[in-house]
């Protein structure tokens, strides 16, 4: 029984850790500096990402291109996105202070894909310029 509840408590503690792990990643990638083409091409008004902002910038991550090797990453953040847009709904006008984290977390999602975004094109002109140089 002991061993049993113990094994449980190092689950917990594990996912726990894992999330927070997977969060302050998602943050650290969010804080870089995003170019003013990619703001301009997700629409932000007065160089601000908003969550509303996240779906353009998904589409545009879509038909661009990943020409180098590399995966996705966008995966798991458009399901937490997915995720914090509900609570939000949720909570609506009963929940202030759930409602401003949830739109504080979408705009983190949106800075995240922008940054996606833009290393994407970086990468995508940089081949191309090494591609016209052979």
């Known amino acids: 029984m002991f061993a049993a509840m113990l094994f449980a408590i190092s689950i917990v503690a594990l996912t726990q850790f894992a999330a927070y792990y997977w969060r302050a990643m998602l943050a650290g990638v969010a804080a870089q500096p995003v170019s003013e083409r990619v703001l301009e091409a997700a629409g932000a008004k ?7 902002n996240f779906l353009t910038l998904l589409s545009l991550h879509r038909v661009t291109p990943e020409l180098g090797s590399g995966s996705d990453k966008l995966h798991s953040v458009r399901l937490y996105y997915s995720l914090v847009q509900a609570l939000g709904t949720v909570a609506g006008t009963r929940l202030p202070a759930m409602a401003a984290w949830s739109e504080r977390e979408a705009a983190l999602c949106a800075r995240y894909a922008a940054v996606q975004v833009d290393r994407r094109w970086q990468a995508n ?10």
């Open 46 to 52: 007065s160089g601000q990402l908003t969550g509303e």
């Open 125 to 134: 002109l940089e081949l191309a310029a090494a591609i016209r140089s052979c």
